[in-house]
């Protein structure tokens, strides 16, 4: 299929090197069909724009779903892309990626029990939460008031067609009367179905709204969240891949929603996510990064995200290039690999030849940085290589490699990357395999490097990002995403993760009643969305402090936050500036 010429300086690499491959070495790359509609040919993509999209729409006959702060989600038939580019209200394009779960005594150990006692009095009264995870159990008497009724304001759940939310085109919402009429229905099961087909079939998404805001009315020993006072706003994210993740369109969605209940109920807001994936340098320039961090600058709100549990699944390394000096990074490839890919990020202006060596010692090379896809056919592997240009948002320069089994699996066992300096101005480099869940733990580097393994977005600027600890005996949970060491000149504020919450063990919610333990930094975030509402009912509700959200939250949650004794310094890439602590975080 041909197509229209593309301005490929606004077209993401992943997106060309999708659109630069057979369709059905794209199939086999479960991450460059991402987006992909087979059935309908057409792409679901993230855009970029500025001023108004009515031309775009009414030419190409295509869907959008404007968001706010100037993004757009579009549906579009493949052989229109390159119209799309060309377009001058278009800013950037990109295909949407794959997201993953990151997988009480904790309440105590975050300070929390001292603000629930007067003069404080805070339960997140007068506060929305809002978790966008993989639905949760409405049924759960933790998430409901003490006549029975609902504390959730609002609920969406994007794999349900037919209703979808005023500006959407997906799913379906649920109100707060459609949910207390299926509660209402007890013993009719089909009756509560017909009202309200939500679920939570993880588990996952009602694990974190118990520690961020179950009230423990299920639980005799008082099993409560840290704002059990708190509304509740929910979103089940759509799992429209064969692997049921979740991409970044129906997170960025989820989040314009919660903002717009949020406005609609006048109350502040404070948002939980705690999925992620490893897609971009890291640095918060990603195209999600961006967005979440417009969205954090247009209401009175705090987002909050964990992150990742990639600490020690060896799925990062790094190194610094020398003239004169040859690198070469190993990969393990275990047996049953249909495809991974890799990434390389590094300063535009240093120049090397880059080589890749199978198991059998054939080797490919060097990669030319000047044409658009590379496709390297060996005898059992078909290998693409994408080149990349900074983007309008990224000043670092991408090489997107691709590994596809030619009949059914990559061949397996240690496939090596030969870089070999050219010109070198920096010399710094890094590399990144997909977060661990999204392919086999059996493709990993021979030498990783376990800091700078935050997932994104937890490297969002404006995001409240957050590490995991055992607070049963106060050491780093090994599990838990590191930092970047930290570099020279690198504002303290600036530092990534913020702090950290218990993340080991935690009890909370289950589905279908009841209570169950948890660990990862998916479990760790939700401590501290539950704090950020706390400090807004000080704040906001309660009169103390009307500007007491976003940047200000991160501010108190980091002067009040304890120091652990692994500590080295504070921050530090480990656990930021130290453990949770809401009654020291307390404004003055």
């Avoid at 060309?86 to 009480?104: G, R």
């Avoid at 490297?459 to 949970?477: G, H, I, P, W």
Wanted: charged share 20%; glycine share 10%.
């Amino acid at each position: 299929m041909g197509f229209y010429f593309m301005t490929e300086s606004k077209i993401s690499p992943e997106l060309n090197m999708a659109l630069g491959v057979s369709e059905e070495e794209r199939e086999k790359s479960l991450n460059l069909n991402v987006g992909y509609s087979e059935e309908y040919d057409e792409w679901e993509l993230i855009i970029r724009y500025t001023g108004s999209l009515s031309q775009v729409i009414e030419e190409l006959e295509i869907s959008v779903e404007e968001l706010m702060g100037g993004y757009g989600i579009v549906r579009i038939p493949q052989y229109l892309i390159g119209r799309l580019s060309d377009y001058p209200q278009i800013d950037y394009i990109e295909k949407p990626k794959s997201l993953i779960l990151e997988q009480m005594e904790g309440i105590g150990a975050s300070c929390v029990n001292r603000v629930r006692l007067p003069d404080y009095d805070l339960t997140g009264r007068g506060t929305l939460v809002a978790c966008l995870d993989s639905g949760v159990d409405f049924y759960h008497r933790d998430f409901r008031n003490a006549d029975g009724t609902t504390r959730i304001v609002a609920m969406w759940d994007q794999t349900v067609p037919g209703n979808p939310p005023e500006g959407f085109s997906t799913g379906s919402e649920y109100g707060r009367g459609q949910i207390n009429e299926a509660l209402a229905a007890e013993g009719d099961v089909n009756r509560r179905r017909e009202l309200v087909p939500e679920f939570d079939g993880t588990g996952h998404g009602t694990a974190v709204l118990g520690i961020m805001a179950g009230n423990g009315l299920s639980s005799p020993e008082r099993i409560v969240g840290v704002a059990p006072e708190a509304e509740i706003i929910v979103v089940k994210l759509g799992n429209p891949d064969n692997r049921g993740f979740p991409r970044t369109t129906q997170l960025m969605r989820a989040l314009d929603y919660a903002l717009r209940v949020a406005e609609r109920e006048g109350k502040p807001l404070a948002v939980n996510i705690s999925y992620g994936n490893n897609y971009g340098a890291h640095n918060g320039d990603s195209i999600l990064e961006r967005y979440i961090d417009t969205i954090a600058g247009l209401y009175r709100l705090s987002i909050v995200t964990g992150t990742g549990n990639d600490g020690t699944t060896s799925r990062h390394t790094a190194g610094q290039l020398m003239a004169g000096s040859r690198e070469v990074v190993e990969i393990y490839v275990a047996d049953y690999m249909q495809s991974f890919n890799l990434q390389i990020w590094k300063h535009y202006l240093d120049e090397f030849d880059v080589y890749i060596e199978s198991p059998a010692r054939r080797r490919i090379g060097p990669v030319t940085p000047y044409a658009r896809v590379q496709n390297y056919v060996l005898p059992d592997d078909v290998v693409a290589v994408y080149y990349s240009e900074p983007t309008p948002y990224n000043p670092e320069q991408e090489i997107y490699i691709s590994w596809i089994g030619r009949e059914n699996y990559v061949t397996p066992g240690i496939w090596r990357i030969y870089l070999e300096p050219k010109q070198i101005v920096a010399g710094g480099y890094n590399m990144w395999l997909p977060v661990a869940g999204s392919t086999s733990s059996e493709v990993s580097f021979v030498r990783p490097v376990i800091f700078n393994t935050l997932v994104v977005p937890s490297t969002a600027r404006y995001v409240l990002s957050v590490a995991a600890y055992n607070s049963a005996n106060d050491t780093f949970a090994s599990f838990s995403g590191r930092g970047p060491e930290r570099e020279v000149g690198l504002p303290q504020t600036a530092a990534k993760p913020d702090l950290a919450a218990p993340g080991v063990d935690i009890n909370t919610c289950k589905v279908g009643g009841g209570y169950t333990e948890v660990s990862g930094t998916s479990f760790a975030a939700p401590f501290v969305t539950g704090a950020a509402a706390l400090l807004m009912q000080y704040g906001i509700v309660d009169g103390k402090d009307p500007y007491l959200y976003g940047e200000k939250i991160r501010a108190s949650l980091i002067r009040g936050a304890r120091r652990l004794p692994f500590q080295a310094s504070q921050p530090c890439p480990l656990v930021g500036w130290g453990a949770l602590c809401v009654s020291a975080s307390i404004p003055e």
